[in-house]
């Protein structure tokens, strides 16, 4: 038996829906998407105007539906990569180890163009890595950074010239947004970016500041 497929035309389509007046009643969704012609002249319907009206609505909330389930995935991200980096950090041996996994995880699993840290005490075994200065506390070229250390708050967005040239040397110019970590008593740890809008002012910084306490926490087993 061969089967044959009818195509509806409109007409046959309107004398259905004239045969059966209830069937919006059974599909409410199809009025949201259906188009309601206005009537001719300077008016239109109330009820066209209230179905415009709805229609922008569910329009506005599918996209901050969309836009809320884009951030609770990439938060989600984060927090794995983030426990990720906390588990490395603490199956370290030694202090080198531990911030060797540190800059590591900023530039790979974080995507860090330019990974930089500062520390105030001398590292044992980092004396040649590229990514690393041994700077005192109290050394004058850390003034530019007092505030930030002083209330350990990570900074995002375009650093002044002086913390750049301090924290990328020859290559400042490369970087256009960094996420400033400070970690008073202890350095500073900086990922930059030569997107200009990967990091910005106003940005959360929550995952910076849990990275820099396991990061602090994992230190302290080797301090003397």
Not at 25 to 48: I, M, W, Y
């Amino acid at each position: 038996m061969s089967e044959t497929t009818e195509k509806l035309g409109a007409h046959e389509v309107a004398a259905w829906l004239r045969r059966h007046p209830n069937f919006l009643q059974q599909f409410p969704d199809l009025s949201l998407s259906l188009v309601v012609p206005r009537e001719e002249g300077s008016a239109a319907s109330l009820a066209s105007y209230q179905l415009e009206v709805l229609r922008d609505k569910n329009r506005e909330l599918n996209r901050r539906l969309h836009e809320l389930s884009g951030n609770a995935q990439e938060n989600e991200r984060l927090a794995v990569r983030t426990h990720q980096l906390t588990l490395a950090l603490m199956r370290q041996g030694s202090a080198a180890d531990t911030l060797r996994a540190m800059a590591a995880s900023l530039a790979e699993d974080f995507n860090g163009d330019l990974v930089r840290l500062v520390m105030f005490a001398p590292v044992g075994g980092l004396e040649e890595a590229d990514w690393l200065q041994q700077i005192d506390a109290d050394d004058a070229r850390l003034q530019p950074f007092r505030d930030c250390l002083g209330d350990g708050e990570p900074l995002c967005g375009r650093l002044q010239p002086d913390k750049h040239a301090l924290l990328y040397g020859m290559r400042a110019d490369e970087v256009q947004s960094t996420a400033l970590l400070p970690l008073p008593g202890v350095g500073l740890v900086a990922v930059g970016s030569a997107d200009p809008n990967r990091f910005f002012p106003g940005m959360g910084t929550l995952f910076l500041r849990m990275m820099g306490e396991a990061l602090e926490t994992a230190l302290a087993r080797y301090a003397r």
